[in-house]
């Protein structure tokens, strides 16, 4: 009983002593830590307008982070009444240590195939890469969808990254009928091809017969653009290609069935045919 | 004459690469017709003719109606300020034409 009445005298002691200390410290972390979390997502997103896809604004950020995390911790321990100097030494000792673990694990951490701003196709998503962190990556694609990968699927799946190549081949493949010239579909394919601005001189743009199937002469169309330019140059040369068939009399082959009407017994020949050419 | 003197020979006389596409339109002031570009000479011309050809329909759509800012004589131009013929028909197009 003796005993229990001095522990509490002891505590009564202590709060009387460093209670109010203790609970303005434990305000100071509290608040600090919000106006930390403004300042660090203000400070991220003015990063993000004046360097737009800048690898080095997440880890400017978090530099900041973490001083400030720091200031707020040593303000809090002054008000409590701490002493300051073994919490820094703890604190340094604990940035060291972490550095050291970051130096000598990087090597050992495998680095995901591309970087911020990169677009790249992964796992069959095509999209713009906005922030990597340690667990996932975050890409926007064209549609608009905001989506996480997660890392460990990234680097056991195919990437795709448009990034290092600067430009891409545009591959255009259709069929025409046997009917049609031949050759003046070449020669329109090509020159649509080489009076694009967008198109590279090399490699040189190229039209291709690719297959003689059951209905059509297929033909593969092959030029080089920009990477950004792709999407759009190939709906242009898609679109001017039908309008020039169109004009020049040379149609597009369609899967067509030749039907045979039976009118007599088995043994009896086609005496009426109706071919979807005529 | 070498392969490469041939194929140079081909892509200057063959089939021109265009540069870049804009649209000239005409306007009238002051009762005398007066010469713009979209876009301005200064800025880099459109890279698709047929987002260039598509500019010109807007154009016209957008002020054809007889007023004021009415453009008129709009057509694709190239580099040299030469009609381009159009991908749709193989002639030149003008949209909203008009004598001066």
Same mark, same amino acid.
């Given at each position: ?278 | ?37 979209? &876009? =301005? $000479? ?6 698709? @003719? +047929?987002?260039? #050809? *598509? ?27 030469? &009609? =381009? $013929? ?6 030149? @197009? +003008?949209?909203? #034409? *008009?004598?001066?």
């Amino acid at each position: 009983m003796t005993s229990q009445m001095e522990k509490l005298q002891q505590l009564r002691d202590l709060m009387m002593n460093y209670g109010l200390g203790l609970i303005q410290g434990l305000l100071v972390i509290i608040v600090g830590f919000l106006v930390l979390r403004v300042v660090v997502r203000l400070l991220r997103k003015f990063l993000d307008r004046v360097f737009p896809n800048s690898k080095y604004a997440a880890t400017v950020t978090n530099v900041v982070g973490i001083l400030l995390a720091l200031v707020v911790i040593v303000a809090a321990s002054v008000q409590a009444g701490l002493p300051v100097r073994p919490i820094l030494r703890l604190l340094i000792v604990i940035a060291l240590a972490a550095g050291g673990v970051v130096v000598l694990l990087r090597p050992m951490v495998p680095d995901l195939p591309f970087k911020i701003g990169n677009t790249v196709k992964v796992g069959g998503l095509l999209g713009k890469v906005e922030g990597i962190t340690f667990l996932n990556t975050r890409m926007r694609t064209f549609d608009g969808k905001t989506i996480f990968v997660p890392n460990r699927q990234i680097l056991d799946d195919i990437v795709i990254n448009y990034h290092y190549t600067p430009t891409r081949r545009i591959k255009i493949n259709l069929g025409i009928r046997y009917d049609s010239d031949l050759v003046r579909a070449k020669q329109i394919l090509e020159e649509l091809m080489i009076q694009d601005p967008r198109v590279k001189v090399t490699p040189r743009p190229v039209v291709y017969v690719l297959a003689l199937t059951l209905d059509k002469v297929e033909l593969g169309a092959r030029c080089w653009v920009p990477n950004m330019k792709y999407w759009v140059t190939k709906c242009d040369l898609l679109e001017k290609i039908k309008l020039a068939f169109d004009r020049e009399g040379i149609r597009f082959a369609h899967a067509q069935v030749d039907v045979y009407h039976r009118t007599a017994g088995p043994d009896a020949g086609p005496v009426a045919e109706e071919d979807e050419w005529a | 004459m070498k392969l490469t003197e041939a194929l140079k020979t081909i892509d200057q006389g063959w089939v021109r690469k265009y540069e870049g596409y804009r649209v000239r339109y005409q306007r009238f002031e002051d009762g005398q017709l007066v010469t713009g570009h979209s &876009p =301005v $000479p200064e800025e880099p011309p459109l890279d698709s @003719e +047929v987002s260039a #050809r *598509r500019l010109a329909w807007k154009l016209w759509k957008a002020t054809g109606g007889g007023g004021d800012g009415e453009l008129v004589n709009l057509v694709v131009v190239d580099e040299n300020d030469d &009609p =381009v $013929p159009s991908y749709v028909t193989g002639k030149v @197009e +003008v949209f909203n #034409r *008009r004598e001066g």
